[in-house]
Nanobody, 127 residues
């Protein structure tokens, strides 16, 4: 079993930055794929970014490339999401997810591919 806990959310003005963290316990993530999804009020959960821990290969929702960066920290058994130049439309609950192994690219955006989920952290972008 893997337990995931997100942190780092909060209220930020448009144009600001936040760094989300997803800390895992129970197992090491060094053979997993971890991802970030988000869900705005009244909308479906959507893929944000994913990273394979075996080869550090990362993938992003196309519209977020250049603003968001996913990374991993082996020592802390944690994944991070650096979010820059935030927009009001980025407001959502952000969830961390983990799947055993290296997911192929086409599967990374599929919520059903992930076995473990955190409870989420709220990100609100507002002036």
């Amino acid at each position: 079993q893997v337990q995931l806990v997100e942190s780092g959310g909060g209220l930020v003005q448009p144009g600001g930055s936040l760094r989300l963290s997803c800390t895992a316990s129970g197992r090491r993530l060094n053979t997993y794929t971890t991802a970030w999804f988000r869900q705005a009020t009244g909308k479906e959960r959507e893929f944000v970014a994913a990273i394979s821990w075996t080869d550090n290969n990362a993938g992003y929702k196309n519209s977020l490339k250049g603003r968001f960066t996913i990374s991993r920290d082996n020592a802390k058994n944690a994944a991070h999401l650096q979010m820059n130049n935030l927009e009001v439309e980025d407001t959502a609950v952000y969830f961390c997810a983990a799947a055993p192994g290296r997911l192929i690219f086409s599967r990374r955006a599929d919520t059903s591919a992930y076995d473990y989920w955190g409870r989420g952290t709220q990100v609100t972008v507002s002036s």
